[in-house]
């Protein structure tokens, strides 16, 4: 990506950012001015557990203001894009951790998504000026909440601003290091570059681990502090994996027909359909073991999240991604012959971006709407706006560079990965 090009996305997103906090005063006077009666009228009716466990206090139920409706919007669709960068960072880490050679012929796939993170970095911006008005803990007194009180080391602005920024700066670092080790070799051939990447991944898996799960602590958990789960950073590595190996797989289809050609075959496609298959069931026992848990364990800091997502029009929602983000695709990948049919992988993996923003929805949006499911202008605006400028991005880099990974040790491997022995193993 050209300086410029960075430097007009950068603006744009400053522009739009100031153009939030402008019209912010107006809109947050008329709308508190519009919401300060149901609020009240709700007041002497609050339950204790909604001030306790709903992050919202006596205005849980109030309307939610114009900048609410927004800022939750686009956090939503900022999470879903997120996933496809963070999927591609851990296809890389894995790739070089076991030295795979099957997977060359995607790998500068896998790099272009991974630093989708750097227009990520400045999309990021709007909800850093927003972040008052989309995190309720913020304008809330440690010394009027325990939960919050016990948590206070971590939840404060300072630690929150410098954490999220400090995170994007690693996951920039770990995404261009790779890429850039895999160009520098496409030049020059050395094995210098492979190794590098090695100890870049030996570090990096367990960086990434612990940054992945304390950012979604900040950005998403943190929505409802109140909330415990040691897993909910798993949680949603599991379906950003499972999303960016969906996008893999369309992309390996697409381009083993034009650029690719020499490089992806048959096999190679139905390993990336056994990945996705695999992380079906996987995110499908880290969810049903977060919900188990805590629904054995009775602990009223972490029922309610699941109470909250129960109510109204959630309780479809949450049976929809029962249904469509485990059942549907775990039947339709059991066959090896759907594995390898673009008739139904196709579909599939649309229904896999579908259900991911789905997932990102449930997880978020309860605590705004808590009656039920409300889609707003903003939902599909802000969803295919951000997944159309990181196309935009990604369709740039894959033009600006190398197709693959031209000079990778691995690569004759990969060629030959679709050759099956013509007798059986162990065979004279």
């Known amino acids: 990506m050209k300086f410029t090009q960075l430097v007009r996305s950068f603006?744009?997103?400053?522009?739009?950012?100031?153009?939030?906090?402008?019209?912010?005063?107006?809109?947050?006077?008329?709308?508190?001015?519009?919401?300060?009666?149901?609020?009240?009228?709700?007041?002497?009716?609050?339950?204790?557990?909604?001030?306790?466990?709903?992050?919202?206090?006596?205005?849980?139920?109030?309307?939610?203001?114009?900048?609410?409706?927004?800022?939750?919007?686009?956090?939503?669709?900022?999470?879903?894009?997120?996933?496809?960068?963070?999927?591609?960072?851990?296809?890389?880490?894995?790739?070089?951790?076991?030295?795979?050679?099957?997977?060359?012929?995607?790998?500068?796939?896998?790099?272009?998504?991974?630093?989708?993170?750097?227009?990520?970095?400045v999309l990021l911006i709007p909800l850093l000026l927003l972040q008052r008005v989309i995190?309720?803990?913020?304008?809330?007194?440690?010394?009027?909440?325990?939960?919050?009180?016990?948590?206070?080391?971590?939840?404060?602005?300072?630690?929150?601003?410098?954490?999220?920024?400090g995170i994007f700066a690693l996951w920039n670092y770990m995404a261009f290091s790779f890429r850039s080790y895999s160009l520098a070799q496409d030049k020059d051939g050395s094995p210098v570059w492979t190794y590098k990447a090695r100890k870049l991944a030996a570090w990096g898996i367990f960086a990434y681990g612990f940054s992945l799960t304390l950012f979604i602590i900040l950005m998403m958990m943190s929505l409802q502090w109140q909330f415990f789960s040691t897993i909910y950073g798993v949680y949603y590595f599991a379906g950003s994996l499972w999303l960016t190996l969906a996008t893999l797989y369309g992309l390996a289809r697409y381009l083993?027909?034009?650029?690719?050609?020499?490089?992806?075959?048959?096999?190679?496609?139905?390993?990336?359909?056994?990945?996705?298959f695999a992380f079906t069931v996987f995110?499908?026992?880290?969810?049903?073991?977060?919900?188990?848990?805590?629904?054995?364990?009775?602990?009223?800091?972490?029922?309610?999240?699941?109470?909250?997502?129960?109510?109204?029009?959630?309780?479809?929602?949450?049976?929809?991604?029962?249904?469509?983000?485990?059942?549907?695709?775990?039947?339709?990948?059991?066959?090896?012959?759907?594995?390898?049919?673009?008739f139904v992988m196709g579909p599939l993996i649309a229904w896999a971006w579908l259900m991911h923003y789905t997932d990102m929805t449930f997880n978020i949006m309860p605590v705004l709407w808590k009656d039920g499911l409300h889609v707003t202008l903003w939902d599909p605006l802000f969803w295919f706006g951000l997944s159309g400028i990181l196309a935009w991005f990604f369709w740039q880099d894959y033009l600006k560079y190398p197709k693959w990974a031209q000079k990778h040790p691995r690569l004759q491997e990969a060629i030959t990965h679709h050759e099956i022995p013509a007798g059986p193993v162990g065979a004279e």
């Not at 083993?256 to 996705?276: N, V």
């Not at 995110?283 to 188990?292: E, K, L, M, P, V």
């Not at 049976?319 to 469509?324: E, H, T």
Request: aromatic share 14%; proline share 5%.
């Open 11 to 121: 603006v744009a997103a400053l522009a739009f950012a100031g153009a939030l906090l402008i019209a912010a005063p107006a809109v947050q006077a008329a709308d508190a001015a519009h919401s300060t009666p149901a609020a009240a009228s709700h007041g002497d009716a609050s339950h204790g557990s909604d001030a306790h466990g709903h992050g919202h206090g006596d205005a849980a139920h109030a309307e939610p203001t114009f900048l609410q409706s927004l800022g939750y919007s686009y956090l939503t669709a900022f999470l879903f894009c997120l996933s496809l960068a963070l999927g591609g960072l851990i296809f890389l880490i894995i790739h070089h951790l076991f030295d795979a050679g099957w997977s060359v012929p995607v790998l500068r796939l896998a790099e272009h998504l991974a630093c989708l993170i750097r227009p990520l970095s």
């Open 256 to 276: 083993m027909t034009r650029e690719l050609k020499p490089l992806i075959f048959p096999r190679q496609i139905h390993d990336l359909a056994m990945w996705f």
């Open 135 to 165: 995190w309720p803990w913020m304008t809330v007194d440690p010394a009027t909440d325990h939960a919050l009180d016990v948590k206070k080391v971590l939840l404060n602005t300072i630690a929150f601003n410098v954490l999220i920024i």
């Open 283 to 342: 995110y499908a026992y880290i969810a049903f073991s977060q919900y188990f848990l805590i629904w054995n364990a009775a602990i009223p800091e972490e029922t309610f999240w699941y109470v909250d997502r129960e109510k109204g029009s959630w309780w479809e929602v949450g049976l929809l991604i029962l249904f469509g983000h485990f059942f549907i695709p775990f039947l339709a990948l059991l066959r090896i012959d759907t594995k390898m049919s673009l």
